[in-house]
């Protein structure tokens, strides 16, 4: 499995802006693509963003327009700047390698029970 360790969140107002990395332990790139998921109380984890080795990148519809996913293939760093922030995006992010098998679904409700390789989290508190 591949080790993840992410950084950066924190807390800010809305409208705000915050970035994420998160560091990957060598792996096969065209084993996995790459995500953001995060997870609210109460509810249940969810994608936010993909990128695959090729550069193509996912979003989900809520964010889409003020989060961007990028990756430095060279250091294995994977980043998520978010804009914009909103009360409602408040959440414990995880960074998470994707098998390529699920990449083109990763972003669908439960997609996340499928995922083995997670990082410890960290957490986004917005505030209105």
């Known amino acids: 499995q591949v080790q993840l360790v992410e950084s950066g969140g924190g807390s800010v107002q809305a409208g705000g802006s915050l970035r994420l990395s998160c560091a990957a332990s060598a792996y096969t790139y065209s084993n996995y693509c790459m995500g953001w998921f995060r997870q609210a109380p109460g509810k249940e984890r969810e994608g936010v963003a993909l990128i695959d080795n090729n550069g193509s990148t996912r979003y989900a519809d809520s964010v889409k327009g003020r989060f961007t996913i990028s990756q430095d293939n060279a250091k294995n760093t994977l980043n998520l700047q978010m804009n914009s922030l909103k009360p409602e995006d408040t959440a414990i992010y995880y960074c998470?390698?994707?098998?390529?098998?699920?990449?083109?679904?990763?972003?669908?409700?439960?997609?996340?029970?499928?995922?083995?390789?997670w990082g410890q989290g960290t957490q986004v508190t917005v505030s209105s």
């Open positions: 998470a390698a994707i098998p390529r098998v699920r990449c083109s679904s990763a972003l669908v409700p439960g997609a996340w029970l499928w995922i083995r390789s």
